[in-house]
């Protein structure tokens, strides 16, 4: 079937439809001229007389009512899915793919979504929970989230968090045998649950800045883990000390289950942003999706610059 095939099938059921090529060309947004025109090759083509013209009318020939009673169903069938196309285009709908760490799809992920698709149950949203900084093109995710540092300058970036702290914290049980460190360097008389990094396999240095002194602490302790609530459940069983998001323990230090140490030396980091490569052309609900998580308030003022390893 030649490209132009469907355009003179348009012509013809429009002029049978309407029984007048004026108000064809009128229906359709077309010269009079043209329409006939189109009518007159696809007979030539066909080598049948479609239309039987009059001065004062027209009809369709046995020829001309057999091909309109053949093609009005397909192209009432091309409508309807280019109106469903529409629908989609209205009510967003489809899969979006993310990848992040525990942290942030807890505090950040989980509260958008819990709002967002009850209201668009035709979007689903595959969360990935990776430590580590994954390729999102390479992984053909959609988008990743990860701390502003993290987030390479080729890729789209929209702040979805604030800033954000680490803390220091321990039990009541473990400081009742132990001083309270006044500096990151009293660390070293401390028993402290280590992190062992995803990415690069080593224990992550804890960091600290006051007063524009930045400090990185290598600690030592009976335990080596490699997940946020593992250090929390650590430093809340009184195994030792942990160094995790402020956050994830905010609630432990106000209940007094958790005692917060050297806290003006835990300055803001960079929060988390949502990141997608520029090239890609993106669905309706992946937009709402981005929308959905944009961080509308302001940034604290004071960031600690320094690359941020990831913590799931």
């Not at 509260?111 to 595959?126: G, M, N, S």
């Not at 502003?148 to 473990?174: C, F, L, N, T």
């Not at 030396?265 to 944009?294: E, K, M, N």
Request: net charge neutral.
């Amino acid at each position: 079937m030649r490209k132009g095939d469907f355009s003179e099938f348009a012509a013809f059921i429009a002029v049978a439809e309407e029984g007048s090529f004026t108000r064809a060309a009128a229906k359709l947004g077309l010269s009079q001229s043209a329409l006939s025109y189109s009518v007159r090759m696809l007979e030539e083509r066909l080598g049948l007389r479609l239309i039987a013209r009059t001065t004062r009318s027209l009809s369709l020939t046995d020829a001309g009512e057999r091909l309109l009673h053949s093609l009005r169903p397909a192209f009432d069938h091309i409508d309807s899915e280019v109106a469903a196309l529409t629908a989609l285009r209205d009510k967003p709908a489809g899969t979006i793919r993310i990848t992040t760490f525990r942290h942030a799809a807890r505090m950040v992920l989980w509260p958008a979504l819990v709002k967002l698709l009850p209201e668009y149950p035709d979007i689903a949203v595959e969360i990935s929970v990776d430590e580590g900084l994954t390729d999102i093109v390479a992984g053909r995710f959609d988008a990743g989230v990860r701390l502003g540092e993290q987030v390479q300058k080729d890729m789209i970036s929209v702040r979805v968090s604030p800033d954000i702290r680490m803390a220091v914290v321990g039990s009541p049980s473990y400081f009742a045998k132990r001083k309270v460190p006044q500096t990151p360097r009293d660390l070293s008389e401390h028993n402290c649950a280590n992190y062992r990094q995803t990415t690069s396999g080593g224990l992550y240095a804890w960091e600290f800045e006051r007063d524009g002194v930045e400090l990185e602490v290598r600690v030592n302790g009976a335990l080596i883990l490699n997940d946020n609530e593992m250090l929390e459940n650590a430093a809340l069983d009184g195994l030792g000390l942990a160094y995790t998001f402020e956050s994830q323990v905010s609630e432990h230090v106000a209940s007094g289950r958790l005692i917060r140490v050297l806290e003006d030396w835990c300055q803001p980091i960079s929060g988390y942003h949502l990141y997608y490569p520029s090239r890609r052309q993106h669905t309706p609900a992946f937009l709402l999706l981005v929308d959905a998580l944009r961080y509308k308030g302001k940034a604290r003022p004071k960031v600690i610059r320094r690359p941020t390893p990831s913590r799931g």
